[in-house]
């Protein structure tokens, strides 16, 4: 008798070829085929079927291990859907006192309209404007961290700014209220009618999967979409290099965009892992900040032998990942947002 815990076709889908483990970064990490989709997928299964608990250790730390960055989809010739699973799996697991507790603080911030502007009053976030363009997505918590984010985009795309929305629900539905995510986001596109822009590649892939990828764009696919006058390059380019967003690389597609906005006013350098998670994953930093750290080691090796300026994001969550890593490290490059590259102030 099944569980009814996953969708019966996603479980399906799974040929166990094994094309998703070097994909994986934290199979990258440990070796582990329980730490891999392909084993996590087999977890699923057994719950599903009744031969294992839905109590199991094991099955319930590797729904906390996974990244959640779906880097295992691009390459898988089957078509799974492991982010649906994923949220699935922690929508059972990630209940009631099995909650996090960090993460019910971060639900609870970000699940009332009024709390989210409340995080943003006292920093100077893009403000309204009477543009006629997209309706500029501020974000929960980068209108407070990086507040500078927002002015630079609203000025590179003269999008329209409404400082009373919500949250997208990306928080909720990668974190197990798949359905409290999709609420928020039908709840958002209402109140921002029109073209969404956001600088957040998490929100992005999200927003996007609810209410339409038409309505939806993060900001280099916009900036990329809408040719303006060419610009003037700096005397001295910098090197820069890109880290990717694991959702809009991996759930949207959208990778080339930045990197062509990038060549256009500084000398583009490719990390051999810029299509590899930072380890930042949303809120997998805040939950599990040691694997995360052991995640972005790596990356960090890289961004010393590119002997680059910038490194450039496209998410706040990657954004404050690796701002920390390079000050642990001491490392002279620093970490901005595409946003604030483009607009002059990084």
Known sequence: MSAGLFTPELLE????????????????????????P???????????????????????????????CRACEPVCPAGVQYGELLEEWRGHVWRGR?????????????????RVRALGLLRRHARARTQHGPQLLLGCFERTLFPGVSRAAAELA????????????????????PA????????????????????????????????????????SQW???????PADPPAERPRVALQDSCH????????????????????????????????AAGTYATL???????????????IAAAEVDYVVTVNPGCLRQLRTGLRRRGLDARAVHLAELLAGKA
């Open 13 to 36: 889908r799974c040929i166990s070829c094994g094309f998703c483990l070097p994909a994986c970064p934290t199979y990258r990490l440990t070796g582990s085929e329980p730490s891999s």
């Open 38 to 68: 392909r084993g996590r997928i087999n977890l699923m299964r057994a719950v599903e079927e009744g031969r294992l608990s839905v109590d199991d250790p094991g099955f319930v730390e590797e729904s906390s291990f996974c990244l959640g």
């Open 98 to 114: 099995n909650r996090p507790l960090r993460l019910r603080a971060l639900f609870w911030a970000a699940d009332r309209r009024w």
């Open 158 to 177: 003269g999008a329209a700014v409404t400082p009373a929305q919500g949250c997208c629900g990306a928080l909720h539905a990668h974190n197990g209220e």
């Open 180 to 219: 409290r995510g999709r609420e928020l986001a039908e709840r958002l596109g209402e109140e921002l009618r029109g073209e969404i822009l956001t600088t957040s590649g998490g929100c992005a892939a999200h927003l996007a999967g609810v209410i339409g990828r038409d309505r939806v764009f993060e900001l």
């Open 223 to 229: 900036l990329a979409g809408v040719p303006g006058p």
């Open 248 to 279: 809009l690389r991996n759930g949207l597609g959208v990778w080339r965009e930045p990197r062509e906005l990038i060549a256009q006013v500084a000398h583009y350098v490719e990390l051999p892992g810029a299509a590899v998670c930072c380890g």
């Open 288 to 302: 599990r900040p040691r694997d995360s750290a052991a995640v972005l080691e790596p990356k960090l090796d890289e």
